[in-house]
């Protein structure tokens, strides 16, 4: 079993729907959670950040942390065509290990 | 805004030839990390260093060395050049514990 599990989509929704995107992992060390978002033969960069199970809001992002289930969410609201790219979950548990990517979902929002 | 810079954007390169990946960061980070980014694998780890002289294999170190001379800049080294490292490489750099800032990638062809 993978350490975290991320459907690759693609994933296809109209302009303003809501959009859920979510990863599974196994390791129940996990304490720390982030979002990345990666356009096209760009870099990825960081978009939400959180610690331990539990809600965090930034304008249109959610990002939700179920440490029971061992499953991360991120919503979009108000899904833009700007919002077409790469999504990529990630996690590491403590201290100066490294991040453990899920292989990115891809996003397409049709104007 | 931290900035990390790979040299190149593009690079071709032959079979067997010695290739440097140059990457440096502007925000004095610890941490530094290449990864290569491949359709339907994601981001696989190959180095990484969390001190000036240090590193680390990740998952996928066979065939490539580093060298950190210097905090800001991490250099990635493909000792005998193989077709099967064409790829995308990226470029990462981070406080401990902090999320990582990505360069723009270097993507490599090897003929």
């Known amino acids: 079993q993978k350490e975290v599990e991320q459907d690759p989509g693609p994933l296809s929704v109209p302009e303003g729907a809501i959009v859920s995107l979510n990863c599974t992992y196994s390791?129940?060390?996990?304490?720390?959670f982030m979002w990345y978002r990666q356009y096209s033969r760009k870099g990825p960069e960081l978009l939400m950040y959180?610690?331990?199970?539990g809600n965090k809001e930034d304008g249109r992002f959610t990002a939700q942390v179920d440490k029971s289930s061992k499953y991360i969410s991120l919503f979009i609201r108000d899904s833009q065509p700007s919002d077409s790219a790469t999504y990529l979950c990630?996690?590491?548990?403590?201290?100066?290990?490294?991040?453990?990517f899920g292989k990115g979902t891809r996003l397409s929002v049709i104007a | 805004d931290v900035k990390v810079t790979q040299s190149s954007r593009y690079l071709v390169k032959r079979t067997g030839e010695k290739v440097f990946l140059e990457c440096v960061q502007d925000?004095?980070?610890?941490?530094m990390f290449w990864y290569r980014q491949d359709p339907g694998l994601g981001l696989r780890l190959i180095y990484f260093?969390?001190?000036?002289?240090?590193?680390e294999k990740g998952d996928i170190p066979e065939g490539y060395s580093v060298s950190r001379e210097k905090k800001e800049r991490f250099s990635l080294i493909l000792e005998s050049a193989s077709t099967n490292q064409t790829s995308m490489y990226l470029c990462?750099?981070?406080?401990?514990?902090?999320?990582?800032?990505f360069g723009s990638g270097t993507r490599l062809t090897v003929v």
């Open positions: 990462a750099s981070s406080f401990p514990g902090y999320g990582y800032t």
């Open positions: 390791n129940s060390a996990f304490q720390y």
């Open positions: 959180t610690y331990s199970s």
């Open positions: 990630a996690m590491y548990s403590s201290g100066n290990t490294p991040l453990v």
């Open positions: 925000m004095d980070h610890e941490n």
């Open positions: 260093s969390y001190d000036v002289k240090m590193k």
